[in-house]
């Protein structure tokens, strides 16, 4: 089965500060993944997906980008952080079977 | 557009039944997913539904009629820790997942 890895697991950033996420995945080969924002009390918003090495689809446009620069490695950046940038970052892997997504432990990100 | 509509919130008693609803509308369907999510942590899967009908797991059933677009979650026996948020999401038969909002769910003693 498959284990996503998410670090840091709690940030607090000033606004205006950059911003570097890291997911890594472990047991699967070219898998899709995705990065989500959940603002608190509230559903999960899908930010970036992504096929493959380089490839990137951006659901919602903002101050947030995303890289694939190896399979099974999804980073999300920002150059300069919004107050409303806070929330709680999960990234997820669908699974092999295409049946399910399975989702790393989150970041908690508080912008000041 | 994608859509996807569940209670906001419900509450039930300890050892009761919880029927937790969801209705999709979305550009392409290729299976329905619950999960489970307890606050501060991230979501864990619970069932996936692609074809009408019941799926039942233990205590956890979920059900999907496609051509009403409609699908719940059924728990039954329930028990304090089930107290959570429970998502319902679409597979949008591409690239994404769409997510509802989550119905935040409260069991009594």
């Known amino acids: 089965s498959q284990t996503i890895h998410q670090w840091p697991a709690t940030l607090v950033q000033p606004v205006g500060s950059p911003l570097s996420l890291e997911c890594t995945v472990e047991?699967?080969?070219?898998?899709?993944l995705y990065w989500y924002r959940q603002a608190a009390g509230r559903g999960l918003q899908l930010l970036f997906y992504s096929i493959g090495i380089g490839q990137i689809s951006s659901e919602v446009p903002q101050n947030l980008s995303a890289s694939r620069p190896q399979d099974r490695q999804f980073i999300l950046s920002s150059k300069k952080l919004l107050l409303s940038d806070s929330g709680f970052y999960l990234c997820?892997?669908?699974?092999?079977?295409?049946?399910?997504?399975?989702f790393g432990p989150g970041t908690r990100l508080t912008v000041l | 557009g994608q859509n996807i509509d569940q209670p906001t919130e419900m509450t039930a008693t300890e050892g009761a039944i919880v029927q937790i609803n969801c209705t999709y509308q979305?550009?392409?369907?290729?299976?329905l997913f619950w999960y489970q999510q307890h606050a501060g942590e991230a979501p864990t899967f619970l069932s996936y539904?692609?074809?009408?009908g019941l799926e039942e797991k233990g205590r956890f059933s979920s059900f999907l009629s496609r051509s009403k677009g409609y699908s719940y979650l059924l728990l039954k026996e329930l028990q304090m820790k089930d107290s959570a948020s429970y998502l319902c999401?679409?597979?949008?038969?591409?690239?994404?997942?769409?997510f509802g909002p989550g119905t935040r769910l409260s069991v009594l003693p």
């Open positions: 979305t550009s392409g369907f290729n299976g």
């Open positions: 999401a679409v597979d949008n038969y591409g690239q994404n997942f769409v």
């Open positions: 539904n692609v074809l009408d």
């Open positions: 997820a892997s669908e699974g092999a079977g295409g049946d399910t997504q399975y």
């Open positions: 047991g699967t080969s070219n898998p899709n």
